[in-house]
């Protein structure tokens, strides 16, 4: 009882501390959720949880997913919906798979291992993604017909026309180079990680002091210069923790000690090689932070976020949002062809029930991430943060040994849960 | 004579075999503010929405300046320096009040991206003219109240210099004090030499305000008058009987 009559005084200084931070208090929920997720697992599982081992595995097992839940959010913002993304992959790898296994080799000069091959592939895999995108956007946009039927359709279309393309086959093995893409086969390395981890943190410390600039320079007001460094530091820290924890995952000793002349050592003993940041998380934050720019930054963004918060305000204003639609739905479209090169490269055989049910962890993981239903509202981070907090979940259940069932039925809680506290954030906040 | 600012000639609109708008001409002269009154359904709000490039005629021609152009869309309207601020305000409330100001016509940095900075400055600026007491820059407008909205909606008009002002209810959600705002900024914007077409249902304001009445019946307009020549019975009567007394007698 005690505490609580104590509590208002504690909170209120801690409260002002965040906010002469300007920190975004959605952000700190989020990871306050992911950090309280990851502790109890981690307690559950006598420490399993939080080993480099697995926080590595965590971090390969989002990224397909996460990657495609940048592209949901505009979706969602826009007050669409898309049901076809997991089929739309399996169709793109379906198409990937075999044009570098069956229908490229053989044409055009080209072998199988040729260095080409697994760049027309992507490319192409791509292409198809931006068209039935973009073809699934147009019924929307200029035929009216509701995004849900479209992609409704879509899900049966897609996943059944990936299966007429391989007969139902799984392809593979896949393109070496291709299959750099899918996690542990592609890895930077201890000292490549660490360059890109110290580049990046000199650049995110560069652009927020840049912004602070910028903001005086308008003669905005702006936070203490304690609390821009608190932030910077607390940015930068994260970035080099990160790297840290990747590159303290090492590749077991017998395998080094099979052919350490190639991992440049001189004798097996004492010969240690670090994984560092794998490829395809290298992707996952290039995707966010060019759907990030997006939002934010271009006018893109602001469209799609005006069309979401008022369709009629927005075609009132001269934006043009049946082009809009279209665009929306062949950005998703790329990103599940990309979702897709991750997903198979990391199985490295495109599989005929790949992606399956991945709209649903896509959709979940956008709305978990605070996308709202109803539009306008929704970030890139929190989408990713979505993906891997569901993520975390789904595997801490699987090393604890929760039976399958127990596993889906807290998954589909915890998203229902997510969606009520962000609700009642929002009334307390005031909207946004 | 001046050249009018806008002639509509002979406009018809039809939805689904409903005349909304029939065969209907107006004019507006720099410096005027010609009200259209009428009931709910009269055709006031679509004549308006033609001319806003929300509609496309059937058949008529527009004329600004003294010459014919097309507007096909929202942002022909804008091209002919013609803003409009709606009944339902257009505003995209999940956005602050810069981002509403500049929609569809963002100023950008040297890369092509959005720049906030200097959007939020001009809106600064402009919010310090218009309405001194509007503080709230980086919420968005969903937190503002309905005279602070209507200014965010004016704004937009007077900082893109519009020549032709289109006022769909401009005060219908507005308490006293607010409304008094607008009706002064109306007259600030008359003499700058701005041509306004005022829509409002409260007709003791639309003789304050106006120098001609349009009145609307059924897709038609009824008469228009300049206020001084007509008392306000005589205006009720053209919009409930569809009659003109003064054509009449």
Redesign the interface.
Known sequence: MSDKTESPSHLAPRRSLIRQLELDTRLLGMIGAFVVVCLVFNFWTDGRFLTPRNIFNLTIQTVSVAIMATGMVFVIVTRHIDLSVGALLATCTAVMGMLQTRWLPGHLGLEIGSPLIPWITIGLGLLVGALIGGMQGWLVGYRAIPAFIVTLGGLLIWRNVGWYLTSGQTIGPLDETYILFGGITGTLGWFWSWVVGIVAALAAAVGLWAARR??I????PVKPVWAEIAVIAITVGAILGFVAILNAYELPDRVVARDFAAYGCAQAEGCTVAYGIPFSVLLLIFVAVVMT?IAT???L???I??????P????????NTRLLTVKIFAIVGVLSALGGVVASARLGYHTNDIGTLDELRVIAAAVIGGTALSG??GTIYGAVFGALIMQSLQSGMAMVGVDAPYQNIVVGAVLVFAVWVDIEYRKRT??? | MTTPLVQMKNISIAFGGVHAVDDVSLDLYPGEVVGLLGHNGAGKSTLIKILSGAYRMDSGEIWINGAKVDIHSPRDARNNSIETIYQTLALADNLDAASNLFLGRELTTRLGFVDDSRQEAETRRIMARLNPNFKKLKEPVSALSGGQRQSVAIARAVYFKARILIMDEPTAALGVHETKMVADLITELKKQGLGIFLISHDTREMMALCDRVSVMKNGQVVGTERVEDVTEDDILSMIILGKNPKAAA
Not at chain 1, 217 to 220: C, G
Not at chain 1, 312 to 319: E, F, Q
């Open positions: 910028n903001k320079s308008h003669e905005f720019v930054r271009t006018r963004g602001r469209y976020f005006a069309t979401g918060g008022n009629d305000a927005a075609s009132l204003s001269g934006i306008g509202i005031g909207a946004r």
